[in-house]
């Protein structure tokens, strides 16, 4: 099987996303689809969000990503059939597929930041080697509004195009960094966490879908009140690049025969097979938080 064929298996063509996304993707690095969920589905996952976090408390994330100042899960297809939804949302996986070509998720992390955390220094989630050398796509899956008092994402348009500005050490992969150019150089700030000229609060309602390039500049900001802010990030990758969770290593018999065909092609949770090709294996652990 290959992307394409998936795709079209599952009645996703390239018109889900339109030419005015594709527009804002390369542009600007970024989308909004709104109502991608139904009020049901939410109502569902964030009962789930729920039930799952008071199972696992202060250990949530621990598959991925401990993370102080917020409530996270991750390995969530594993533990309930309640986000099945997302992996089956025409605009993110089109948009995905015109991104990166052949893909495959690469994670998904449930996260709702505590009051008075969140804030993050303005950083990419990876590298990349060249211009349009990119890695990931995030989908930002809001399980409830995100407002100007819960802590926006911070994004800079069109950073994406700009040189890779403070990546996680655990996503740097085999990326060896390189001198920055005197124009390059020029646009990073002496202070990350200072506001930045241009830069954009996005807000959106529950059920919306904020589709990233991942190599866009953003960072988290302090969430201000009580409100849950629960997002399902849901990213994916390069089929040549390592998965964030390996699903295949946390694969349970449940989720394997759910799936369909497909999916399980998505998830990357058929056993691998002689002519599979070769992966490129980081250097370094590739377990770490994405915001």
């Given at each position: ?120 220094s303005l950083h990419v ?88 390039n991942s190599s866009m ?8 009140s009580d409100a849950h ?63």
């Amino acid at each position: 099987m290959y992307t394409k064929q998936a795709l079209h298996n599952l009645g996703i063509s390239a018109g889900a996303v339109s030419a005015r996304q594709k527009e804002q993707l390369d542009r600007d690095g970024y989308f909004v689809v709104n109502d991608a969920l139904s009020a049901s589905e939410l109502s569902a996952m964030r009962d789930e969000f729920e039930r799952i976090h008071a199972a696992e408390k202060d250990q949530g994330g621990h598959e991925v990503h401990v993370e102080p100042g917020a409530r996270r899960i991750s390995n969530i297809f594993n533990k309930t059939n309640a986000f099945d939804k997302c992996l089956n949302l025409p605009p993110v996986l089109a948009a995905a597929h015109y991104l990166l070509g052949e893909i495959k998720v690469h994670g998904a992390n449930l996260r709702d930041p505590v009051k008075g955390y969140g804030q993050q220094s303005l950083h990419v989630d990876v590298p990349k080697i060249f211009d349009e050398d990119w890695w990931v796509i995030n989908a930002m899956i809001m399980l409830d509004d995100m407002t100007l008092e819960n802590g926006p994402t911070r994004i800079i348009p069109g950073s994406q195009h700009w040189a890779p500005i403070n990546v996680p050490y655990v996503n740097q992969g085999d990326w060896e960094p390189t001198p920055l150019s005197p124009e390059d150089a020029a646009r990073v700030p002496k202070d990350l966490d200072a506001p930045y000229p241009g830069e954009l609060l996005v807000t959106a309602k529950a059920g919306a879908a904020i589709i990233c390039n991942s190599s866009m500049w953003h960072s988290g900001t302090r969430k201000n009140s009580d409100a849950h802010r629960r997002m399902l990030h849901l990213t994916y990758t390069r089929r040549d690049l390592p998965q964030q969770l390996v699903q295949l290593d946390h694969l349970t018999p449940d989720l394997y025969h759910r799936m369909s065909p497909e999916h399980r092609y998505l998830l990357e949770i058929e056993p691998p097979k002689s002519g599979d090709g070769i992966l490129r294996q980081p250097k370094r652990d590739h377990k770490g938080w994405w915001n």
